[in-house]
């Protein structure tokens, strides 16, 4: 089964306003999460590294006013998309790190901003 | 349920060939993705299938049969640099990410 789970896996929202993303280990704790962005047949983006207890580092070019990230505890990170325009509609897919070697990944979020 | 299978460890030569293999059973289909991954780093996109046949991007070749709910990754002259972990997923009809637990992938000089 999985053992990282994003909520919602499927999101309309209206232009203008915000939506929240939750990513959450199963069964351990994870220090670090990551957040992507997916287009359609297209590579993964990395947005951000979330590490627990502290400020996300973002990636260039993604706006950390826009795409607010917050890891209050070692087993849940979120994605608040503030302000959403139609260009935000994408696939966001989060993963969390286990260890050094180990990142599990959840099952993505579909965003649809009209 | 939903099922992505993949060998966990794989050995190679430097120089030489290596197929890595992954079956899926999901409940639809809307592209299978192949992605590297480095020890503690994001993974990389190195292919999409969504057709049947062959895609070809440089040393690295991506196959897909959605009949028989297979695909291979082909990596040609290996070099050590490809040492990582190689990651199936399938998008199913929800269009949600099933992944595969990923194969390590060893060169040897």
């Given at each position: 089964g999985a053992v990282v789970s994003q909520h919602p896996s499927r999101v309309i929202c209206k232009s203008g306003t915000s939506v929240k993303i939750e990513c959450r280990s199963l069964d351990f704790q994870a220090t670090t999460m990551f957040w992507y962005r997916q287009f359609p047949k297209q590579s993964l983006m990395l947005m951000a590294t979330s590490n627990e207890g502290s400020k996300a580092t973002y990636e260039q070019g993604v706006e950390k006013d826009k795409?607010?990230?917050?890891?209050?505890?070692?087993?849940?990170?979120?994605?608040?998309?503030?302000?959403?325009?139609?260009?935000?509609?994408?696939?966001?897919?989060?993963?969390?790190?286990?260890?050094?070697?180990?990142?599990?990944?959840?099952?993505?979020?579909w965003l649809t901003v009209v | 349920g939903q099922n992505i299978d993949q060998?966990?460890?794989?050995?190679?030569?430097?120089?030489?060939?290596?197929?890595?293999?992954?079956?899926?059973?999901t409940s639809g289909f809307?592209?299978?993705?192949?992605?590297?991954?480095?020890?503690?780093?994001?993974?990389?996109f190195l292919s999409y299938n969504v057709l049947d046949g062959l895609e070809e991007k440089?040393?690295?070749?991506?196959?897909?049969?959605?009949?028989?709910?297979?695909?291979?990754?082909?990596?040609?002259?290996?070099?050590?640099?490809?040492?990582?972990?190689?990651?199936?997923?399938?998008?199913?009809?929800?269009?949600?990410?099933?992944?595969?637990?990923?194969?390590?992938?060893?060169?040897?000089?």
């Open positions: 795409f607010l990230i917050n890891h209050a505890s070692l087993t849940l990170s979120t994605l608040t998309v503030t302000s959403a325009h139609p260009e935000d509609s994408s696939f966001y897919i989060c993963s969390a790190r286990v260890s050094e070697n180990t990142i599990y990944f959840g099952e993505g979020s | 060998p966990t460890e794989m050995t190679a030569t430097e120089g030489a060939i290596v197929q890595i293999n992954c079956t899926y059973q809307n592209g299978l993705f192949w992605y590297q991954q480095h020890a503690g780093e994001a993974p990389t440089g040393r690295f070749s991506s196959f897909l049969s959605r009949s028989k709910g297979y695909s291979y990754l082909l990596l040609k002259e290996l070099q050590m640099k490809d040492s990582a972990s190689y990651l199936c997923a399938v998008m199913d009809s929800n269009y949600q990410l099933i992944w595969g637990a990923g194969t390590k992938l060893i060169i040897k000089p």
